[in-house]
Nanobody, 116 residues
Framework: QVQLVESGGGLVQPGGSLRLSCAAS????????VGWYRQAPGKERELVAL???????NYGDFVKGRFTISRDNAKNTAYLQMNSLRPEDTAVYYC??????????WGQGTQVTVSS
């Protein structure tokens, strides 16, 4: 059974930092690409960051050097380090593990709220 468990969300003040984690089980984690997405109320889900199984990375334009995606294949875990958080970063953040066109798994989401 495949499980993706996200953690690390919460309430943070503007300018603060959070690190999201996505722990996977039931799959050969190292062959999967990892994506972090977010969805704010009333908006469509959007890409935050991608990391392929060859470690190539891509980020949404709004990230502007503030976030870093990483993975630890030994721990079957992906991370999203978020710095310099802004109120507009408030959203539910989702982890996705996929092999393009073959397998596609999503986590349950973790709420990130940036507010003073």
């Amino acid at each position: 059974q495949v499980q993706l468990v996200e953690s690390g969300g919460g309430l943070v003040q503007p300018g603060g930092s959070l690190r999201l984690s996505c722990a996977a089980s039931g799959i050969p984690f190292s062959i999967y690409s990892v994506g972090w997405y977010r969805q704010a109320p009333g908006k469509e889900r959007e890409l935050v960051a991608l990391m392929a199984n060859n470690n190539n990375k891509n980020y949404g334009d709004f990230v502007k050097g503030r976030f870093t995606i990483s993975r630890d294949n030994a721990k079957n875990t992906a991370y999203l380090q978020m710095n310099s958080l802004r109120p507009e970063d408030t959203a539910v953040y989702y982890c996705r593990l996929y092999v393009l066109g073959i397998k596609d798994y999503w986590g349950q989401g973790t709420q990130v709220t940036v507010s003073s």
